[in-house]
């Protein structure tokens, strides 16, 4: 569960970045499309917002799987009746 909750809020941390991320991108872009700076400028900075992009999508991606992953394993049946077998034991 607590590790659950870890993967939800770095989950959230990472949307936000990516929200920021591309938020700047369009603005780099903008001022190229304007003709207020050259692409020559700005490429540097848009590589590195680029690749930052990539890898916060790709831990994105890791985390909802690893959410989506966890689930419950159940005791077998067999487990359950011995399990309550004993314990009719014990309180009788």
Not at 13 to 19: G, R, S, Y
Not at 31 to 45: K, Q
Request: net charge negative; aromatic share 4%; charged share 35%.
């Amino acid at each position: 569960m607590l590790i659950s909750i870890q993967f939800q809020d770095e989950l959230r941390t990472i949307l936000e970045d990516l929200q920021d991320t591309n938020h700047r991108l369009e603005r780099l872009y903008d001022a190229i499309e304007t003709g207020n700076v050259s692409i020559a400028d700005l490429a540097p900075r848009v590589r590195d917002l680029r690749l930052r992009n990539d890898k916060l999508l790709e831990r994105k991606l890791q985390l909802e799987g690893l959410l989506t992953d966890r689930r419950v394993e159940l005791a077998s049946p067999e487990v359950v009746k011995r399990f309550t077998t004993e314990m009719r034991k014990c309180w009788s």
